[in-house]
T-cell receptor
Framework: DVKVTQSSRYLVKRTGEKVFLECVQDMDHENMFWYRQDPGLGLRLIYFSYDVKMKEKGDIPEGYSVSREKKERFSLILESASTNQTSMYLC?????????????FGQGTRLTVV | ELKVEQNPLFLSMQEGKNYTIYCNYSTTSDRLYWYRQDPGKSLESLFVLLSNGAVKQEGRLMASLDTKARLSTLHITAAVHDLSATYFCAVTPFQGAGSYQLTFGKGTKLSVIP
């Protein structure tokens, strides 16, 4: 079974802190994604990566950065956390090949910024 | 920008009834995915639709794809309470660097009432 593991289920951080959300997948997938999920807004793509050290902005990258130094690990960084970044964060991974495969999701990290 | 629209966003239906959820998208694509999310949980893949006319069925759920109309449907037959969840469709654009990107609709929250 594909496993996508996010480092924390729940996090509480203070405004202005630098926050790291870690995601690890064990299926050698090329693609990795970070989404945030908010009520009424669905899942919105923050960043994605299709290879090591490669990153592409999604729909809402402002206030976030990412790092992919190893294929299995994709980190989301909040440089200076703000209260409007309180949300559920979901990491996903997928194969990149033609014909498409579904993305597999981690369990989510519920981040509260106070 | 790729847009994915689902309707309805909320659906309350009685057990035993049939209904259809619609997913429209704005760009050329031949890859569409349906996911299910239970409250407090992450997303679980339901269907992967990879060509025009594709139809897949699992239990009381059947998904189809019409790439010319840019429309996918998720049909629920004889609903049961266990189907209560939020259902998301997601689309990958047909080609280019953006073909790695996975964009979601806002989700349809389904409540099946006994």
């Amino acid at each position: 079974d594909v496993k996508v593991t996010q480092s924390s289920r729940y996090l509480v951080k203070r405004t202005g802190e630098k926050v790291f959300l870690e995601c690890v997948q064990d299926m050698d997938h090329e693609n990795m994604f970070w989404y945030r999920q908010d009520p009424g807004l669905g899942l919105r793509l923050i960043y994605f990566s299709y290879d090591v050290k490669m990153k592409e902005k999604g729909d809402i990258p402002e206030g976030y950065s990412v790092s992919r130094e190893k294929k299995e690990r994709f980190s989301l960084i909040l440089e200076s956390a703000s209260t409007n970044q309180t949300s559920m964060y979901l990491c996903a991974s997928s194969l990149i090949r033609q014909g498409g495969t579904e993305a597999f999701f981690g369990q989510g990290t519920r981040l509260t910024v106070v | 920008e790729l847009k994915v629209e689902q309707n309805p966003l909320f659906l309350s239906m009685q057990e035993g009834k049939n209904y259809t959820i619609y997913c429209n998208y704005s760009t050329t694509s031949d890859r569409l995915y349906w996911y299910r999310q239970d409250p407090g949980k992450s997303l679980e893949s339901l269907f992967v639709l990879l060509s025009n006319g594709a139809v897949k069925q699992e239990g009381r759920l059947m998904a189809s794809l019409d790439t010319k109309a840019r429309l996918s449907t998720l049909h629920i037959t004889a609903a049961v309470h266990d189907l209560s969840a939020t259902y998301f469709c997601a689309v990958t654009p047909f080609q280019g660097a953006g073909s790695y990107q996975l964009t979601f609709g806002k989700g349809t929250k389904l409540s099946v009432i006994p």
